[in-house]
């Protein structure tokens, strides 16, 4: 994930456990540097992402990435009765 203005008025937290962030002239040198290597190229330290985010277990896969993206938005948890957590 890139530190972009638009992702900040957002309001997303750069400062949850797991997400890696890239500051944008960062992001752009590394993105030109590699032009090159081919259509699909993993920045920064985002190996360890996809491979979390790649198996057999998609059920699994997919709910590990709906909290993450929870904590990223700030978004409470509700559990099946509507509760908040």
């Known amino acids: ?12 937290n750069f400062d949850v456990p797991g997400i890696s962030v890239a500051e944008p002239a960062d ?8 032009l090159a290597s081919g259509p699909v190229f993993i920045a920064g330290d985002n190996a360890a992402a996809v491979h979390r985010g790649s198996g057999p277990d998609r059920a699994a896969i997919v709910l590990g990435g709906h909290r993450l993206m929870q904590k990223l938005i700030g978004a409470s948890r509700r559990d099946v009765s509507g509760e908040r957590h």
């Open 1 to 12: 994930m890139t530190r972009t203005p638009a992702m900040e008025r957002a309001g997303l």
């Open 27 to 34: 992001a752009a040198r590394e993105g030109l540097q590699n």
